[in-house]
């Protein structure tokens, strides 16, 4: 399992906009086949926010979260968060698959490694 690190959370106001970033310590995220986001808000189980094929670049998104949300990837995978919503709050956390797959809904436990998340606040 690779080492996923996570960053860019913070608390904004609702209609803000946020970019996380995540990186795989000493590995090249092209070993990936499928990467994601996803979120788990107080209350509620956790959900997928938006995947990626690398190889192609295909993305995937949540209905919730389509035409707000990109989710993207160089050297890093990146989720760039545009008029957020009070509801997008929740921890974040960034996770790849390095098997062959579908990388659309894929679910969690579909993936092999996890970063340990970074807190999403948006107040209204």
């Known amino acids: 399992q690779a080492q996923l690190v996570e960053s860019g959370g913070g608390s904004v106001q609702a209609g803000g906009s946020l970019t996380l970033s995540c990186a795989a310590s000493g590995y090249s995220i092209s070993l990936f086949y499928c990467m994601g986001w996803f979120r788990r808000s107080p209350g509620k189980e956790r959900e997928m926010v938006a995947a990626?094929?690398?190889?192609?670049a295909d993305p995937y998104y949540a209905d919730s979260v389509k035409g707000r949300f990109t989710i993207s990837r160089d050297i890093r995978l990146y989720l760039d968060m545009n008029s957020l919503k009070p509801e997008d709050t929740g921890m974040y956390y960034c996770?790849?698959?390095?098997?062959?797959?579908?990388?659309?809904?894929?679910?969690?436990?579909?993936?092999?490694?996890w970063g340990q998340g970074t807190q999403v606040t948006v107040s209204s």
């Open positions: 990626i094929d690398i190889r192609t």
């Open positions: 996770a790849a698959r390095t098997g062959v797959s579908s990388c659309a809904l894929l679910p969690g436990s579909q993936y092999d490694s």
